[in-house]
């Protein structure tokens, strides 16, 4: 089984990873309706923007050659539903658009007749008609004080007008480009001001949410059993709980509400452009289906990039973090080249599946752009050609370009945050997957308690155990260990002494038998129960970065000094820890490589006592220390192990020889069971292990007083 071989491909549609992912989100579902609410906002205050250019442009820069309804000033009033009049050298005037409702609005005013100003060269007019689609530009047909202007094939009544007389029509624009701006401006203000506050609130919600996802997954990883840990390397694990976690971030902190606000952004687009011009609108779409297209493509192949990225970044952290943990053997051992050239290889892989995705991005990006400029181009054309007929204003072009851009603004910010979306996607899938992985060892539906009282009598009985499906480590295992005794297991490597120690502490489950602890099963024991009644001292002592007095009571806040003093008295650490100038509060360097091997496993072993278990386990204990640090750890064991069911695995059968009881472990099997005395008159496999270590203890005397 190669553990750095991951899954690229996870069986959940993504219709359910959002819901499972919106699900961490529900505890905050009123910070985001209230950023939702603000990005409807942020929606007005961009889509106001465009339509007040429109209508400065169309009622006011262009506004005084609008079609007017004019009566005499005395009867102002009666214009007043049509709109706000203004007076003019004693007649009334009211602008409408130009159109059938301009019709039905002059029959509603009886005696009003039409105005509008005509500009002919330099020369300004006001003429007794409408001209609403001229074919060609108006023409001045008479000279001196009665002219008449000719267009649309018609002629019309013009009376010139100077500057001051200009002027008077144009007062009305002046007041409303002046409000029109003022709002421009508020719109601009209040749009800026309300995304700094929705974006905060965001990053606010976002980095919580991200806080619980990575507490989950902590909390959910230490209850995998071992298992787990065993077919998942360090470095893939961290990381699901940093990177993926991280990416998940632009998800919640970004993508969730402003995906909204965009699709409000265009729904709204869609819905002012169809009321501007039906025509113009059904042109600037005629491009969503090759869009959607080039959607389609870019989902499927930009995932698969970021699934093939992660993976391989979860292989180089692994690898990484290997060889950290072993630079000592690479250097030792001269390999620093060869293992350069592993980092390399997966180095390589990774820029390989990072260029992909970057070459997938660049080509999307620039075709969504290319797509909004045909549209526009489009529009241009379109548009251009109906000013110059009369059938639409230039602002309704202009609102039209604008809204156009903003149209595909939304798409182009997901052009450029897809890579990251993607990303985030592929994260949550793999946390996902994590997370959906129940531990193999849990808690029994209906648990049994031990008695406060624990005797700690172990009985296996029947016991087959395999870590990989048939191929069995334990054979039809069984013995009893009574509660105080010290039994100790030998054997050869591979003779599955350490796997019993293993099922003891539920590390793994068997596959047949039973094991129980004062006559209850053990799998229907709950976990910290069982584990707090046992301690394990292992071969290999994990020391936590901190001090000697945190790793000994592992962070429990119930564990006093006077109790870490007195544990650390009973397995004889006191003269060590006494030559310290901070004793017990002595900083340790990572993993402890401050401390020798002997006092490693000297504080393991107060670690174990700390903790008051009523069973303890010593798994090759004694198997890395020199020989005098040995002689102190015999010399402690005799002490923390009386009153407590002691199990001790060793090679070394000199350590063992005071035990109660010792049995024999051979291929899975247990082939004998007694006292060292007993099992040497017995002269079987014990027999034969004692008579090789002795006889080479017997060669290495005479070397060693040379």
């Known amino acids: 089984m190669n553990i750095h071989e991951e899954k690229t491909n996870v069986n959940i549609r993504d219709t359910r990873l959002l819901l499972w992912l919106f699900s961490f989100a529900k505890p905050y579902w009123r910070m985001i309706l209230l950023c939702l609410s603000l990005a409807v906002l942020i929606v007005v205050a961009d889509l106001a923007r465009p339509y007040l250019i429109k209508l400065a ?44 409702a301009a019709e039905a609005k002059l029959a509603r005013v009886s005696g009003a007749f039409r105005a509008q100003i005509v500009e002919v060269g330099d020369g300004r007019y006001l003429i007794d008609g409408w001209i609403v689609n001229p074919k060609q530009e108006p023409v001045l047909e008479n000279g001196g004080s009665a002219v008449s202007i000719r267009a649309d094939h018609a002629t019309y009544a013009a009376a010139p007008l100077d500057k001051e007389q200009t002027n008077a029509f144009r007062h009305k624009d002046l007041n409303g480009l002046l409000q029109l701006g003022l709002l421009f401006l508020l719109a601009v203000a209040g749009g800026s001001v309300l995304n700094y506050i929705q974006g905060n609130l965001l990053q606010y919600t976002g980095q919580h949410i991200i806080f619980n996802i990575r507490e989950k997954m902590f909390t959910h990883l230490s209850k995998m059993s071992m298992s787990f840990f065993d077919r998942n390397p360090v470095g893939r694990i961290v990381v699901r709980v940093t990177q993926d ?20 952004v265009m729904i709204g687009i869609v819905v002012i452009m169809l009321q501007l011009s039906v025509k113009l609108s059904l042109l600037a779409f005629v491009v969503l289906p090759g869009l959607a297209l080039l959607t389609f493509w870019y989902r499927n192949s930009v995932r698969e990039a970021q699934r093939k990225a992660r993976l391989i970044l979860s292989r180089l952290n692994a690898f990484l973090a290997e060889n950290l943990s072993g630079i000592r053997i690479t250097q030792l051992f001269i390999r620093e080249q060869r293992q350069w050239e592993q980092f390399d290889d997966h180095n390589q892989q990774y820029y390989r599946a990072g260029m992909r995705s970057t070459t997938i991005n660049s080509i999307f990006q620039p075709a969504i752009g290319f797509v909004g400029n045909l549209a526009i181009a489009l529009l241009v054309w379109y548009g251009g050609v109906k000013v110059l007929d009369g059938a639409i204003t230039f602002g309704i072009v202009y609102a039209f370009t604008q809204y156009i851009r903003q149209f595909f603004q939304p798409l182009q910010s997901i052009a450029e945050k897809y890579n990251q979306i993607q990303t985030a996607m592929v994260g949550a899938e793999r946390i996902y997957e994590m997370l959906s992985e129940k531990p193999a060892i849990v808690d029994a539906p209906e648990p049994l308690r031990l008695s406060d009282h624990v005797k700690g009598r172990i009985r296996f009985e029947h016991v087959w155990f395999a870590y990989n499906e048939g191929e069995w480590v334990l054979r039809d295992v069984s013995f009893t260990i009574e509660p105080g005794q010290t039994v100790a297991f030998v054997g050869a490597t591979g003779a599955g002494k350490s796997s019993i120690i293993q099922l003891i502490n539920r590390f793994y489950d068997i596959q047949k038998g039973s094991i129980t602890l004062d006559g209850i099963d053990i799998r229907l024991l709950p976990l910290d129960e069982l584990r707090r009644t046992v301690s394990v001292v292992q071969q290999d002592v994990f020391l936590f970065t901190g001090d000697i007095a945190s790793n000994i009571r592992l962070q429990n806040d119930a564990i006093g000094d006077d109790q870490v003093a007195e544990a650390v008295r009973m397995v004889h650490m006191e003269p060590f820890v006494g030559k310290l100038p901070l004793g017990l509060h002595t900083p340790l360097g990572e993993r402890g490589v401050t401390l020798s091997l002997g006092q490693r496993q000297l504080l393991s072993f107060a670690r174990a006592i700390v903790f008051r278990p009523k069973i303890l386990i010593l798994d090759e204990a004694t198997s890395n220390i020199d020989t005098e640090t040995e002689l102190i ?74």
């Open 57 to 100: 442009i169309d009622d006011h820069i262009k506004g005084y050659e609008q079609p007017m309804i004019a009566v005499s000033a005395d009867r102002k009033d009666e214009l007043k539903p049509l709109g706000k009049p203004f007076v003019v050298e004693g007649n009334a005037y009211v602008r409408v658009q130009a159109g059938g």
């Open 245 to 264: 976690t991280e990416a998940l971030n632009q998800l919640y902190s970004q993508v969730v509400v402003n995906l909204i606000k965009d699709i409000i």
């Open 633 to 706: 750890v015999q010399d402690a064991l005799q002490t923390i192990s009386q009153g407590r069911t002691t199990l001790i695995v060793a090679h070394r059968l000199s350590t063992i020889q005071h035990a109660d009881q010792i049995i024999v472990m051979h291929k899975g099997k247990v082939r004998e069971t007694g006292s060292h005395f007993e099992l040497l008159a017995h002269r079987g496999y014990y027999h034969r292990l004692f008579e090789l270590q002795y006889k080479d203890m017997k060669r290495i005397k005479p070397a060693e007083s040379m």
